[in-house]
C-alpha cells in the first residue's frame, strides 16, 4: 500500500477562521512532508518531519502550523491566513531505504482563503 | 543540489515512445536524477530515478548520458492518460545531508494526442 491520505479534499475558510489539514499514511514511512502550491506553479516545500520532530521549516509564516502527533499523522493547522495563502497543500512521505528516500505524495487540499 | 533545464511543452501521439529530455550540466557525482509526473489536479507521482546507469521498470525508462550531465525519460507507449507535468529532480541521494527535499522546477507539460 503507496497510500497517502488527505482530508479535506477542499476547504474555504475566512481570515479570520482556525481550521486544520489532515495526512495519514501506513507504510511506515519516518519522515513526511507538507508542500504548497500555487497555480501554473511547481510544489514548494514547507516543512519536512522525521522521526515526528520538525527538521525542515522554509521559513514559512507562523500562521502555519505543523503538528506531527505520530509517526502515521501529520496536521497543519491555519490560522488567520490570507487571500494569497489560496493554494493546493500537499503532504508526502518518504522511508530512507537503501536507495533513497522516494516521496509518495497525496491528492491534496484544494484550499480557498475569502 | 544541481539546477535542471527541462523544454517547456511538448507533444505525443498516442502509442508512440514520448522522450523526455532533461540538461543537468552542475550534477555532482552523488546527485541522483530523479522524475516525477502531475497529472492535473492530483499530487505528484514519483516515476524513477538513477545515478549513472540506464534504469527500467514499469512505467518507463531513464537513460543517463556517460557523462551525467543529461538524460532522458522514455515512455514506451504513452497513452492519453500520460499527459501531465513531468519534473525532473536533481538530489543528493542516501547518505546525503539535505534529507528528502525535492526542489521542483518548471517541469515539462507533456500531452498525449489520439
Known amino acids: 500500500d503507496t497510500e497517502v491520505t488527505q482530508t479535506p479534499k477542499h476547504l474555504v475558510m475566512g481570515m479570520t477562521n482556525k481550521k486544520s489539514l489532515k495526512c495519514e499514511q501506513h507504510?511506515?514511512?519516518?519522515?513526511m512532508y507538507w508542500y504548497k502550491q500555487k497555480a501554473k506553479k511547481p510544489p514548494e516545500l514547507m516543512f519536512v518531519y522525521s522521526y515526528e520532530k520538525l527538521s525542515i521549516n522554509e521559513s514559512v509564516p507562523s500562521r502555519f502550523s505543523p503538528e506531527c502527533p505520530n509517526s502515521s499523522l501529520l496536521n497543519l493547522h491555519l490560522h488567520a491566513l490570507q487571500p494569497e495563502d489560496s493554494a493546493l497543500y500537499l503532504c508526502?512521505?518518504?522511508?530512507?531505504?537503501?536507495?533513497?528516500?522516494?516521496?509518495?505524495f497525496g491528492p491534496g487540499t484544494r484550499l480557498t482563503v475569502l | 543540489d544541481a539546477k535542471t533545464t527541462q523544454p517547456t511543452s511538448m507533444d505525443c501521439a498516442e502509442g508512440r515512445a514520448a522522450n523526455l529530455p532533461c540538461n543537468h550540466s552542475?550534477?555532482?557525482?552523488?546527485?541522483?536524477v530523479y522524475w516525477y509526473r502531475q497529472i492535473h489536479s492530483q499530487g505528484p507521482q514519483y516515476i524513477i530515478h538513477?545515478?549513472?546507469n540506464n534504469e527500467t521498470n514499469e512505467m518507463a525508462s531513464l537513460i543517463i548520458t556517460e557523462d551525467r550531465k543529461s538524460s532522458t525519460l522514455i515512455l514506451p507507449h504513452a497513452t492519453l492518460r500520460d499527459t501531465a507535468v513531468y519534473y525532473c529532480i536533481v538530489r543528493v541521494g542516501p547518505g546525503g545531508t539535505s534529507y528528502g527535499k525535492l526542489t521542483f522546477g518548471q517541469g515539462t507539460i507533456l500531452t498525449v494526442h489520439p
Open positions: 538513477g545515478l549513472k
Open positions: 508526502a512521505s518518504s522511508y530512507r531505504g537503501a536507495w533513497g528516500d522516494t516521496q509518495y
Open positions: 552542475t550534477i555532482s557525482g552523488n546527485e541522483y
Open positions: 507504510m511506515g514511512h519516518r519522515a
